[in-house]
């Protein structure tokens, strides 16, 4: 059974780095085929994808976003991080963490996702 | 403004069929596979639809994806109340490197 929970804080200032961590279980992040993605989701508004990080440690991230955001991950721990540096309100959003299966590039789908993680950004 | 295109709101008396478009272009529908899913009020997204038409399992055979060209399709039949939802498609997107969703749509059964 895989298994995805997000943690970190719930309130950040503006400028402030967020440093979000994904635990989880049921899979390997050592295996072929594997990811983890964070997508973020705006109060009333559409998903949004950030960034994502293969099993062989290849990364991606949002091209708006890219020079804020990095995604590492700990094989050992089962988890994923990612933080965000600069924080500003319009951040405000509920962080998602989800497992990927890959077969190529183009074929992908995010098939677990985590509960969410509502991160107010407020001075 | 997402890159690709959903209706922002459907709506259809239950036990009917509603259907839900997302509109792309060569760079992401065109050329990659679209997935679909469902988010209830208040909960994560959950995988309805994988590579353009299969069903994961647990799925109901209620919801049918298809796709031609550069936009996609989300069906949904025999509509129940509990199918109230925002749904998402995504894919992937050659100029981006990397997944996009669509800007979400609004199913009411009324």
């Known amino acids: 059974q895989i298994t995805l929970k997000e943690s970190g804080p719930t309130l950040v200032k503006p400028t402030q780095t967020l440093t979000l961590t994904c635990t989880f279980s049921?899979?390997?992040?050592?295996?072929?085929?594997?990811?983890v993605g964070w997508i973020r989701q705006p109060p009333g508004k559409a998903l949004e994808w950030l960034a994502l990080?293969?099993?062989?440690?290849?990364?991606r991230y949002s091209p708006s976003l890219k020079s804020r955001l990095t995604i590492t991950k700990d094989t050992s721990k089962n988890q994923v991080v990612l933080t965000m540096t600069n924080m500003d309100p319009v951040d405000t959003a509920t962080y998602y963490c989800?497992?990927?299966?890959?077969?190529?590039?183009?074929?992908?789908?995010?098939?677990?996702w985590g509960q969410g993680a509502l991160v107010t950004v407020s001075s | 403004q997402s890159v690709l295109t959903q209706p922002p709101s459907v709506s259809e008396a239950p036990r009917q069929r509603v259907t839900i478009s997302c509109s792309g272009s060569?760079?992401?529908?065109?050329?990659?596979?679209v997935s679909w899913y469902q988010q209830l009020p208040g909960k994560a997204p959950k995988l309805l639809i994988y590579?353009?038409?299969l069903l994961p399992s647990g799925v109901s055979d209620r919801f049918s994806g298809s796709k031609s060209g550069t936009s996609a399709s989300l069906a949904i039949s025999g509509l129940q109340s509990e199918d109230e939802a925002d749904y998402y498609c995504?894919?992937?997107?050659?100029?981006?490197?990397?997944?996009?969703f669509g800007g979400g749509t609004k199913l009411t059964v009324l």
């Open positions: 590579y353009d038409d």
């Open positions: 060569s760079s992401n529908i065109g050329n990659s596979a």
């Open positions: 049921g899979f390997s992040l050592s295996t072929s085929g594997v990811g």
């Open positions: 995504a894919t992937w997107d050659d100029s981006l490197n990397g997944p996009v």
């Open positions: 990080i293969y099993w062989n440690d290849d990364k």
């Open positions: 989800a497992h990927m299966t890959i077969v190529t590039t183009i074929l992908f789908y995010f098939d677990y």
